[in-house]
């Protein structure tokens, strides 16, 4: 069970994921793992081959449940599309939120969206580290922006590899602050 697919490989490497497969005589299990500076780094998601060729796909899509994965999609044709799913689905900021703040990043970002996206970013439960600063400037800190980086782009506001924050389809630039001297 190898994946081949090189827009798929691209897009684990820009999400700081990578494949994991862990052999057993019950089955072949690909792990999609989070690099946290562990051996074996954190599973957010998995994929199972089933005895009729086709592929199940797990990922862990309800954040606080270490470990936890739930059954995405199944009857799915190929391991490259049963990843896919699980990058579909996976949530992870808050593991990527809680390394930042061990990290203790002092970092912050600014991003200069409508006024109305301000507004709802920062009415946002999660994540902690929203901050308005008028006109629809907003500043967010490190572990603000690790945790929108970790949740699926459907899922709605996140961060991707590019320091772009998206909401409602448009993408605004994030631009990380100077340090303080």
Not at 78 to 92: D, F, G, M
Request: with cysteine.
């Amino acid at each position: 069970m190898t994946v081949v697919d090189r827009p798929l490989t691209a897009l684990l490497k820009q999400r700081g994921l990578y494949l994991n497969q862990e052999r057993s005589d019950a089955a072949e299990i690909m792990y999609v793992c989070l690099r946290d500076g562990l051996p074996g780094g954190y599973p957010v998601g998995y994929v199972l081959p089933s005895r009729t060729g086709t592929w199940f796909a797990y990922a862990r899509s309800r954040p606080g449940r270490v470990f936890a994965c739930d059954q995405v999609e199944s009857g799915l044709s190929s391991v490259e599309s049963a990843v896919r799913a699980v990058l579909e689905h996976a949530r992870y900021g808050d593991v990527l939120r809680a390394m930042e703040l061990a990290a203790g990043s002092t970092a912050t970002y600014t991003a200069d969206l409508p006024r109305r996206h301000a507004a709802r970013l920062a009415a946002l439960a999660e994540p902690d580290g929203v901050t308005r600063l008028g006109a629809g400037r907003v500043r967010l800190t490190a572990a603000a922006v690790a945790y929108l980086r970790g949740l699926p782009e459907r899922h709605g506001p996140h961060v991707d590899h590019e320091n772009r924050i998206w909401l409602t389809g448009d993408s605004y630039p994030l631009l990380r602050e100077p340090r303080a001297r």
